[in-house]
């Protein structure tokens, strides 16, 4: 075990598939930066600098131009390298857009499964820093609407480096998309090689009352939420699915069969997010288990403000998570979550 | 140019079966055997036979709606391709691709795209896999005139140039796109964007020649393979038929004269008179080929009515490697 930050398990996982499997490399901006250098020392190679391990062959500084870096990654994907692309910001990939929906996610379909597309996308949603608009977003719901894409969201450094380990490994296009407000997070993580498979979610909290699932940054925030609940006497069961596209639909229908409550907490805004498919359904398949209505926290459907006191009241924290968990349980406040 | 007597003999052949091929193509869809449309090369047989012939059979090559000549100039077996036409099982991609998303991996035929200028990108990252594996393969990209005012074109230019890709960029620039005249909406000349990008550009202006194509796409080719980086090429083409078949548009885009001036410049006329003036081949031996081509589209076409519907269940197989889901 080492302590690892999310972003240095992020480049741990890298580390290890680039050393297991020549045919990995990383395409993106600024990728010869090294923003994962973890491990100290004096010299770049001792800092786990990956230009000096791996070489400029294998990692690939782009010019700023989303849509061949993407495009790039995808037929070099189709003809037999695993790429990993560090996309940067989340919404930079709208640049990349008719690469990411009408060739990652299509080609292997449309050609009738000639293809193989074993491609990563490393994607930063740096929101609740100040970055304002252009840099803020949380996009992963658009691309949960796209058939034919994989999408994680790993919420710790344990779950970072073994969800990337597995999208790494796999042989069809994964998307990371990675809360930035946790690149600074650090845990124990294993120094040995792990995978965590895709779609399978994680039980952060046991619990009987009420089920919140939360997803990527909110993870820390619902955390909380169930902690200050448990002291009150309430037993929140708090569920991170990890991946989103496969969704484990089993472990949250089993949670809310046993607690007969759902509050979903979702960074993402409101309408056609991630909580908004989940509610979907769990009410389609476990309405009968509900005993009262499903809540959503999430980003009310306004852009992301600059000032930090206009941007901080947006995206769901503890206190709404837990206004929402005492609302599903008849405890007030009566006031609703509708933004 | 010393180019081999069973080269020149293919070139015909090749330009024949895309000839014969879309002439069908084009009746079928009338008749409703083909759903939907079919764009034809029919007239750029040259620009298209040129190109891939000249590339060796482990490249690749990527291009567009316009997509039949591509796969077939590759090498592609046509009962395949027109079974995929007909949406049958048998297709080359199972009867979910169609005219417009061909593929043929077993060429080096990484797809067509219905969206214009997509596939460059493609082409530029199975040329960064030559690259960074050192294998030795070169990847084509072709495009329309439209494409190439497109900006995924400028990036992957950019990228295969700083990076010294072996890809070739093949504007096929029949001038029009769609409808609108080239001259209308494209600043300058195509292959002198080159210039800006560091690589080598240059225009064939008589695309119907397949030798003049040929040779322009082979010195890039040599150039790619060499490890000397990308180059574009645009060639002057015309096509005869409609922009898409059974297309009925208001307005005649391009007069008579226009297209009765590059009807007289067919392209398998052409290097048929060549063929014959430098006796490679007589002219029985190439009617014979003319038959025996017209013999294999047939047989395409009956391999097609024949083959079976695909299963309904294959709409959701083929989406991911590791199903799940409906797709399980």
């Given at each position: 075990?080492?302590?690892?930050?999310?972003?240095?398990?992020?480049?741990?996982?890298?580390?290890?598939?680039?050393?297991?499997?020549?045919?990995?490399?990383?395409i993106g901006e600024d990728v010869e930066a090294n923003v994962y250098g973890t491990t100290g020392g004096k010299s770049r190679a001792d800092k786990g600098d990956f230009l000096t391990l791996f070489g400029p062959n294998r990692i690939r500084n782009t010019p700023?131009?989303?849509?061949?870096?993407?495009?790039?990654?995808?037929?070099?994907?189709?003809?037999?390298?695993?790429?990993?692309?560090?996309?940067?910001?989340s919404s930079f990939m709208y640049l990349a857009f008719d690469q990411l929906v009408n060739q990652i996610a299509k080609n292997r379909y449309m050609f009738g499964g000639q293809a193989s597309i074993p491609l990563v996308i490393r994607s930063a949603m740096f929101?609740?820093?100040?970055?304002?608009?252009?840099?803020?977003?949380?996009?992963?719901?658009?691309?949960?609407?796209?058939?034919?894409?994989?999408?994680?969201?790993?919420?710790?450094?344990?779950?970072?480096?073994?969800?990337?380990?597995?999208?790494?490994?796999?042989?069809?296009?994964?998307?990371?998309?990675?809360?930035?407000?946790?690149?600074?997070?650090?845990?124990?993580?294993?120094?040995?090689?792990?995978?965590?498979?895709?779609?399978?979610?994680?039980?952060?909290?046991?619990?009987?009352?009420?089920?919140?699932?939360?997803?990527?940054?909110?993870?820390?925030?619902?955390?909380?939420?169930?902690?200050?609940?448990?002291?009150?006497?309430?037993?929140?069961?708090?569920?991170?699915?990890?991946?989103?596209?496969?969704?484990?639909?089993?472990?949250?229908?089993?949670?809310?069969?046993?607690?007969?409550?759902?509050?979903?907490?979702?960074?993402?805004?409101?309408?056609?997010?991630?909580?908004?498919?989940?509610?979907?359904?769990?009410?389609?398949?476990?309405?009968?288990?509900?005993?009262?209505?499903?809540?959503?926290?999430?980003?009310?459907?306004?852009?992301?403000?600059?000032?930090?006191?206009?941007?901080?009241?947006?995206?769901?924290?503890?206190?709404?998570?837990?206004?929402?968990?005492?609302?599903?349980?008849?405890?007030?406040?009566?006031?609703?979550?509708?933004? | 140019?010393?180019?081999?007597?069973?080269?020149?003999?293919?070139?015909?052949?090749?330009?024949?079966?895309?000839?014969?091929?879309?002439?069908?193509?084009?009746?079928?869809?009338?008749?409703?055997?083909?759903?939907?449309?079919?764009?034809?090369?029919?007239?750029?047989?040259?620009?298209?036979?040129?190109?891939?012939?000249?590339?060796g059979p482990e490249d690749y090559m990527t291009g567009n709606h316009r997509s039949h000549g591509h796969p077939i100039g590759k090498g592609s077996n046509l009962g395949p391709l027109m079974a995929e036409l007909f949406g049958k099982a048998t297709g080359v991609?199972?009867?979910?691709?169609?005219?417009?998303?061909?593929?043929?991996?077993?060429?080096?035929?990484?797809?067509?795209?219905?969206?214009?200028?997509?596939?460059?990108?493609?082409?530029?990252?199975?040329?960064?896999?030559?690259?960074?594996?050192?294998?030795?393969?070169?990847?084509?990209?072709?495009?329309?005139?439209?494409?190439?005012?497109?900006?995924?074109?400028?990036?992957?230019?950019?990228?295969?140039?700083?990076?010294?890709?072996?890809?070739?960029?093949?504007?096929?620039?029949?001038?029009?796109?769609?409808?609108?005249?080239?001259?209308?909406?494209?600043?300058?000349?195509?292959?002198?964007?080159?210039?800006?990008?560091?690589?080598?550009?240059?225009?064939?202006?008589?695309?119907?020649?397949?030798?003049?194509?040929?040779?322009?796409?082979?010195?890039?080719?040599?150039?790619?393979?060499?490890?000397?980086?990308?180059?574009?090429?645009?060639?002057?083409?015309?096509?005869?038929?409609?922009?898409?078949?059974?297309?009925?548009?208001?307005?005649?885009?391009?007069?008579?004269?226009?297209?009765?001036?590059?009807?007289?410049?067919?392209?398998?006329?052409?290097?048929?008179?060549?063929?014959?003036?430098?006796?490679?081949?007589?002219?029985?031996?190439?009617?014979?080929?003319?038959?025996?081509?017209?013999?294999?589209?047939?047989?395409?076409?009956?391999?097609?009515?024949?083959?079976?519907?695909?299963?309904?269940?294959?709409?959701?197989?083929?989406?991911?490697?590791?199903?799940?889901?409906?797709?399980?």
């Amino acid at each position: 075990m080492s302590i690892l930050s999310y972003l240095g398990a992020i480049g741990a996982a890298q580390r290890e598939a680039m050393q297991a499997d020549e045919d990995v490399i990383i395409i993106g901006e600024d990728v010869e930066a090294n923003v994962y250098g973890t491990t100290g020392g004096k010299s770049r190679a001792d800092k786990g600098d990956f230009l000096t391990l791996f070489g400029p062959n294998r990692i690939r500084n782009t010019p700023i131009s989303e849509e061949v870096i993407v495009g790039a990654a995808a037929g070099a994907a189709m003809t037999g390298l695993r790429p990993i692309v560090d996309l940067s910001y989340s919404s930079f990939m709208y640049l990349a857009f008719d690469q990411l929906v009408n060739q990652i996610a299509k080609n292997r379909y449309m050609f009738g499964g000639q293809a193989s597309i074993p491609l990563v996308i490393r994607s930063a949603m740096f929101y609740g820093l100040s970055t304002g608009a252009h840099h803020s977003d949380r996009p992963y719901p658009m691309l949960m609407n796209v058939p034919g894409l994989k999408i994680i969201t790993p919420a710790s450094p344990r779950d970072a480096k073994g969800l990337l380990r597995s999208a790494i490994d796999s042989n069809d296009p994964v998307i990371c998309f990675e809360a930035c407000p946790l690149w600074g997070m650090k845990e124990d993580v294993p120094d040995e090689e792990y995978r965590i498979p895709l779609g399978q979610a994680k039980t952060v909290f046991e619990g009987s009352d009420v089920t919140i699932v939360a997803i990527s940054g909110t993870v820390p925030e619902a955390w909380k939420a169930a902690t200050k609940l448990r002291k009150e006497g309430i037993s929140a069961e708090l569920i991170d699915p990890r991946t989103l596209v496969p969704l484990d639909h089993r472990a949250i229908m089993d949670s809310v069969a046993r607690t007969g409550r759902l509050v979903i907490a979702d960074p993402a805004h409101r309408t056609c997010g991630a909580a908004a498919e989940i509610s979907a359904i769990v009410a389609e398949e476990a309405f009968d288990s509900l005993k009262a209505p499903i809540v959503r926290v999430a980003t009310p459907d306004t852009q992301i403000p600059f000032a930090p006191v206009l941007e901080g009241q947006l995206y769901p924290n503890a206190k709404r998570i837990e206004d929402a968990a005492n609302r599903v349980l008849g405890l007030g406040p009566k006031e609703r979550e509708t933004q | 140019m010393n180019i081999e007597r069973e080269t020149l003999l293919e070139m015909q052949r090749r330009m024949l079966r895309i000839r014969r091929f879309d002439e069908r193509c084009s009746k079928l869809v009338k008749f409703g055997h083909i759903p939907g449309t079919v764009h034809t090369s029919i007239g750029q047989e040259a620009q298209v036979v040129g190109a891939t012939v000249a590339l060796g059979p482990e490249d690749y090559m990527t291009g567009n709606h316009r997509s039949h000549g591509h796969p077939i100039g590759k090498g592609s077996n046509l009962g395949p391709l027109m079974a995929e036409l007909f949406g049958k099982a048998t297709g080359v991609c199972g009867g979910k691709g169609g005219s417009l998303h061909l593929a043929d991996f077993s060429v080096g035929s990484l797809g067509e795209s219905g969206i214009v200028g997509s596939s460059i990108p493609i082409a530029t990252g199975a040329a960064l896999t030559a690259k960074v594996k050192g294998t030795g393969r070169v990847s084509l990209a072709f495009f329309g005139d439209g494409a190439s005012n497109q900006g995924g074109l400028y990036e992957s230019m950019n990228l295969a140039s700083v990076w010294g890709l072996p890809v070739v960029f093949l504007c096929e620039n029949n001038q029009y796109a769609l409808s609108t005249p080239a001259h209308t909406v494209t600043a300058g000349v195509v292959a002198e964007r080159a210039a800006g990008f560091d690589l080598p550009g240059v225009r064939v202006d008589d695309g119907q020649d397949v030798l003049k194509v040929y040779e322009a796409v082979r010195i890039a080719i040599c150039r790619a393979r060499a490890g000397e980086g990308p180059s574009l090429i645009e060639v002057m083409t015309y096509r005869f038929n409609e922009h898409s078949e059974g297309l009925r548009l208001g307005v005649d885009y391009r007069n008579a004269d226009e297209r009765d001036l590059w009807r007289s410049r067919d392209p398998i006329e052409i290097f048929r008179a060549w063929l014959i003036g430098n006796g490679v081949a007589s002219a029985t031996a190439l009617d014979a080929m003319d038959e025996e081509v017209l013999a294999e589209v047939e047989a395409a076409v009956e391999f097609a009515e024949e083959s079976p519907d695909p299963d309904a269940a294959t709409a959701f197989r083929d989406l991911y490697t590791e199903p799940f889901g409906v797709t399980a």
